[in-house]
């Protein structure tokens, strides 16, 4: 059963200095700066707070807690995290994470039905998946248009459209669906074609966003390929990725998640650092040439994992920092 939940944590309004702590304040932390808070932490430890982000119609930004038992989805206010969808046991809830034009959250739960996987709008189930689907582990959205995973097919708009491989990735390019598959040689499909990855076990294809990031006039797609630590920048769906401008990362899995915006790119490195703290590059379109990239635009703190999910939404960019089992997740909200 889907419940619709509402829980408020409340905010420390001023900074430590200025105002006394009050009770139950640790959803929201004062930055290390001392400047405005920007982090935001989950209500539970080992839930996978921030794992997947998302923009809601009136621009709130919504996170998914995938891993814990019951999986949540959260809303992010200024003052305070509230619970917006709550699952049922572990089911993945919010792994995939979209909303479409018309305001409607899809949320996926992909380990529901014994690894099936269902697709929720607004909390209810309108999809159910088939035998090793995980349905709904990622989904994208463009305009009222919305694509899901479900194992080695996309459901788009309800059809199934049969994959290579088993999709990681699901993004959409001047309207057009495109997977990611990182277990064999393909590494992108869409109905232009399936274009092959540039190395073996570059998992090409881990993550995928479109727009015009280099302010060309005209959209490019761009594939994480984290087990090489790289980003490829494609002109066309018919450019294979070893032909596309290619970003370098300085490892950590550089490419495992990646946001766009005409004129911008956001990568995240979940891994980066000896502890783990993460890191996110916030890129615009004159630093979009092929090459090493230089210093992260944020690194997190040790074990944060930031940088595995990053987010734009119109006025800031946003990572999420989902962090180690012995505490809570975070989302950063970048400068």
Avoid: N
């Amino acid at each position: 059963m889907w419940t619709l939940t509402l829980l408020l944590a409340c905010k420390d309004p001023g900074t430590p200095e200025s105002q006394p702590a009050c009770t139950g304040c640790d959803t929201v932390e004062t930055a290390d700066t001392g400047t405005p808070a920007d982090r935001w932490t989950g209500l539970r430890d080992d839930e996978g707070f921030g794992s997947s982000l998302a923009r809601s119609a009136d621009g709130a930004v919504l996170v998914g807690a995938p891993f814990g038992a019951p999986g949540r989805v959260y809303i992010l206010q200024e003052d305070a995290v509230e619970v917006l969808l709550e699952g049922s046991g572990a089911d993945g809830l919010g792994l995939g994470l979209a909303v479409d034009s018309a305001g409607a959250v899809w949320a996926g739960q992909p380990l529901a039905d014994s690894g099936l996987g269902r697709l929720l709008v607004d909390g209810e189930p309108v999809a159910y998946g088939a035998v090793q689907d995980a349905l709904g582990a990622r989904i994208a959205a463009s305009g009222s248009a919305v694509a899901a995973t479900a194992g080695a097919a996309l459901l788009v708009d309800g059809a199934r459209v049969a994959l290579p491989a088993r999709a990681a990735a699901v993004t959409w390019f001047d309207g057009v669906p495109v997977a990611g598959m990182v277990q064999e040689e393909v590494a992108v499909w869409s109905e232009a074609g399936a274009l092959d990855r540039a190395a073996a076990h570059d998992e090409a294809g881990y993550a995928l966003c479109a727009d015009d990031v280099d302010e060309d006039g005209l959209t490019e797609l761009v594939v994480g390929a984290p087990g090489a630590a790289t980003v490829y920048i494609l002109d066309a769906l018919t450019q294979a990725p070893g032909e596309a401008t290619a970003l370098e990362g300085p490892g950590g899995r550089f490419g495992q998640a990646v946001a766009c915006a005409p004129g911008a790119l956001l990568v995240g490195a979940p891994m980066y650092g000896e502890a783990l703290t993460g890191a996110v590059w916030q890129l615009d379109a004159a630093a979009l040439t092929a090459g090493t990239v230089g210093a992260p635009t944020r690194v997190g703190r040790a074990g944060d994992g930031l940088g595995a999910a990053v987010l734009f939404d119109g006025a800031h960019a946003w990572a999420g920092a989902p962090g180690q089992a012995d505490g809570p997740g975070a989302v950063i909200r970048l400068p």
